[in-house]
């Protein structure tokens, strides 16, 4: 018993030693202690863990650059940059890689956004840019348009009583990322029975999250786990039983790179199950979020909204001429409404990593730029907490240049930058811009009155009390998190029945249309 009792002494003490020594290097001989950032964080990663853990990381990141500056260490081997030559010098710098941290974020995937190695990343790139590309987006838009036709028909079934966009936009989107995806109909936004893995998406983006800020713990409930991993083979399998040829559609173009992954018993560790699980969290989320974050801002700014309603109606004489081309490219102020919500509020708000080579011998040094904090730049987006889609226009009401246009582009970094830029940014704006011009043709909204002014605002980050006005509540769960907002749509007075006649349809109800 005593030579157990002194080893637990000895091992004691061997801990403490050793945690000094560590403590002590990190805050007085490590290459980075001279840069600022909070005492808790040059000493240990989880102080980002811990705000991860809260979820408003990059709130918590946004308020350390004010105090601190440009430059924030945020870990003993993080840095974090805000400023648009960091943004440069990091994203379009062959020498800089996507940090491994993705890797140890989602060990058992390797698709086409956690694979780190260039030579790997290249060729699954090319091969989700077949199915992400604009020329494939006009193949699919028939498909898109369909599914917009039923996310109306759930808002003039509400019959005016308040709609959560959350939901509204999430199942929309998922249900269109599922067939671009796999060709398959999940019907998400009519059937309630898998709804629910809008939870498990959830779950895992905040798993994700946690693991990316160090903090490793399996969030993911084992029954939503094995929902999402259950939808995901069903819809395989489903596509895979059918010829290839049939659609195209995302499996379609990797079963034939990849014939060897057809293996069935092996699905599980191919390209194309990993790919799959990316492209149907990612294709449905990040639209979802664009489209509650626009719906807010529009329904909380009436001059911005009345501009756009203007716009749209005076563009189309009929809702059958609503589709991609000259005529919609033409909206410029929808565009830019759209870009305008992407800055104040992005689809994904963190930070993403890269790394780069350091004097440090314990790890990589870990560096990036935080996408909301540079989308709060006053020096790129002056009064940044206002909602002005002009600030995106070549030039201002008074049709004066805008002096600050070219920095915004070159601060604007909702999808990413370099090699690493979103595929999927042709069909992001393709159908959010469907999605809203649609909505415009056929509804009024506005907020709901139950809601009032404060409805989904982000709260005031300085103590966490009050509101700050005008900006949507978001949550960094990687994938941005968000509830909201509550708004009530009206059809355009008798402007549909109008519509319905000259159609052929006789003076049936607006279902009859959609």
Known sequence: MAILNLFFVYTSYSCILYCILVLGFRLLLHPLR???GPFAAKLSEAYG???ALRKRLHLQTYENHLRYGPVLRQAPNRLIFNSVSALQAIYQNERVNKSYVYAVAQPEQHNTFITTNRAQHRPKRRLMSQVLSEQSMRSFEPIMVNQVLIFLRQLLQANSSPVNMTP??????????GLLGFGYERNLQTDHAHRSLTDALTFGNYRTNQR???VLMDLLPNRLRTELRAT???MILTRLAQPS???HDLLSVFSEAE???LDIKNMKKSAIWAEAILFFAAGGETIASTLAATFFYLSQNPECYQKLATEIRSTFSSGSEIRGGPRLSSCRYLRACIDEALRMSPPVPGTLWREAATDAKDKPLIIGVSIYSLHHNENYF?????FQPERWLAKDNNNNNNNNNKAAHEAFVAFSMGSRVCAGKAMAYLETSLVLVMTFWYFDFEPSSSEGKEAGEQKNTAGGKGWRVGEFQMQDIFAAGHDGPELRFRPRGDFCCEELSRRGNGPADMLQLL
């Open 34 to 36: 001279k840069y600022p």
């Open 49 to 51: 863990g811990f705000y």
């Open 168 to 177: 509204m936009c999430r199942y929309l989107g998922l249900d269109v990322a």
């Open 212 to 214: 990316l800020n160090t």
């Open 232 to 234: 995901i083979e069903k």
């Open 245 to 247: 040829e049939d659609k």
């Open 259 to 261: 014939q060897s992954d």
């Open 382 to 386: 002056p009064d940044s907490f206002q």
